[in-house]
C-alpha cells in the first residue's frame, strides 16, 4: 500500500484575487531551494487514523495555527513517489510571518556523530495562485487547479491566467 498523507490548503482572497498558504520546509536539505520546494501543510498518516483529523493536526504542527472553517474536501492526488495526498480545503487567513513548527532531530553533518535539531518548517508565505504554481512541489499542482475550480463552482474568481 502507499504511503498517504493528509494536509490543509488555506485560501484567502486579496484585491479580489486567491492567494493560498503554503510552508517551506526546514532542515539542510531545503535550505537553498525555492522554486518547486514549497508544500501545503500535511503528514503521513497510518490505517488507524482519520485522514481530516491528520490534516488538521498536520497544519498545527506544521504552523502554530488552529485552523476553523468550511472545509471542501477536494480529491486525493497521486505524487510522483506514489504517496497519495488528502487535501481538504478551506477559506481562512493567519499572518505567515508569525508561524512557528514543530522541529526534528538529524545528523547533521552526515556521518558526523553530531545531531542538530530543525524546524520541519522554516517559514510559511501565502502567494497568489500564479505564483504558488511555481513555488509548490511539481506533485502538488493539481491541488491548486482542483481548488481553482471549486472557487470556479462558488462562484468566485479562479481564472488561473489572473490569479
Not at 486579496?14 to 537553498?32: D, I, K, M, T, Y
Not at 525555492?34 to 488507524?48: C, F, Q, R, T
Not at 481530516?52 to 472553517?69: L, N
Not at 504554481?133 to 479562479?158: H, M, N, S, T, Y
Amino acid at each position: 500500500m502507499p504511503k498517504r498523507s493528509a494536509g490543509i490548503l488555506m485560501y484567502r482572497f486579496r484585491n479580489e484575487l486567491p492567494e493560498v498558504l503554503l510552508v517551506h520546509p526546514g532542515g539542510p536539505f531545503w535550505a537553498r531551494k525555492d522554486l518547486g520546494s514549497w508544500s501545503i501543510p500535511k503528514g503521513e498518516y497510518e490505517d488507524h487514523e482519520e485522514p481530516f483529523v491528520v490534516a488538521r493536526r498536520e497544519f498545527f504542527e506544521e504552523t502554530g495555527f488552529q485552523v476553523e472553517g468550511e472545509f471542501v474536501e477536494l480529491a486525493p492526488v497521486k505524487q510522483p513517489s506514489g504517496k497519495v495526498v488528502s487535501v481538504w480545503a478551506v477559506k481562512g487567513d493567519c499572518d505567515a510571518a508569525n508561524a512557528r513548527s514543530n522541529c526534528f532531530t538529524l545528523e547533521w553533518p552526515k556521518n558526523s556523530g553530531s545531531f542538530k535539531e530543525f524546524p520541519e518548517v522554516d517559514r510559511a508565505e501565502w502567494f497568489s495562485v500564479a505564483v504558488a504554481r511555481e513555488k509548490i512541489l511539481k506533485g502538488q499542482v493539481p491541488i491548486l487547479d482542483q481548488l481553482c475550480k471549486q472557487l470556479a463552482i462558488l462562484r468566485l474568481p479562479a481564472d488561473p491566467l489572473q490569479m
